[in-house]
């Protein structure tokens, strides 16, 4: 796994653009301490670790699944009343932590979405162009699936959907690698938090004064 910046750069920071937009003072400007917006954020009890404050006084961060007590599992029923059961987890296009059933279903569903990610699998092979023309080169080769293989190549159909409900009843024995093979990990996506375990860094962004 090397560094990331998708949090920040494509969530955090845009979002505060957008808030001081919205407030009236575009950075550089200083926001008066009277001043801040209040911003839900998605998280559930199942993810109550990564509930937590703003880093800049303009923004203040409320968990309303969490002040409801309600866990992924309320939020799935309440959808299926809805009539909106199907609604998948976010997450970028490009994410490594997609299991084998993302990948399938992009490629099933969205062809020119697949052919997107086939060709920014390919394009990240060598590492970042910058880093490497700087001598900062990659030590090794990236790729996007776990197998470490082109993702056209990739087995994403190694595990079939007859496979997999016959492995449920062992994947409290054979722990998490499986389950994340076939459905990726399971915490999903929130402005502040991604789906890896990696705390974000925020003091980077040009936009936290």
Not at 47 to 74: C, Q, T
Request: with cysteine; hydrophobic share 35%.
């Amino acid at each position: 796994m090397t560094r990331r910046q998708c949090t920040g750069e494509y969530k955090i920071k845009p979002i505060k653009k957008k808030v001081r937009e919205l407030l009236g003072y575009p950075y550089p400007a200083r926001i008066p301490k009277s001043i801040f917006v209040e911003q839900w954020v998605g998280i559930s009890t199942d993810e109550f670790h990564r509930a937590k404050d703003a880093d800049v006084r303009y923004m203040r961060n409320r968990h309303p699944l969490i002040e409801m007590g309600w866990s992924r599992s309320d939020c799935v029923r309440y959808l299926t009343s809805l009539g909106l059961a199907d609604t998948p987890k976010s997450s970028c296009l490009g994410c490594p932590f997609h299991g084998n059933a993302q990948w399938r279903h992009i490629r099933d569903n969205s062809p020119e979405e697949w052919q997107d990610v086939v060709e920014f699998d390919a394009a990240i092979r060598q590492g970042n162009a910058r880093a490497n023309a700087t001598g900062n080169k990659l030590l090794g080769e990236a790729f996007l699936h776990r197998s470490r293989v082109p993702l056209s190549e990739a087995p994403i159909d190694h595990i079939t959907a007859a496979e997999w409900a016959a492995m449920q009843q062992e994947l409290t024995d054979t722990g998490p690698d499986l389950a994340d093979l076939e459905q990726g990990v399971i915490d999903g996506c929130s402005p502040w938090a991604c789906r890896s375990e990696v705390e974000p860094v925020q003091d980077d962004f040009g936009l936290a004064s």
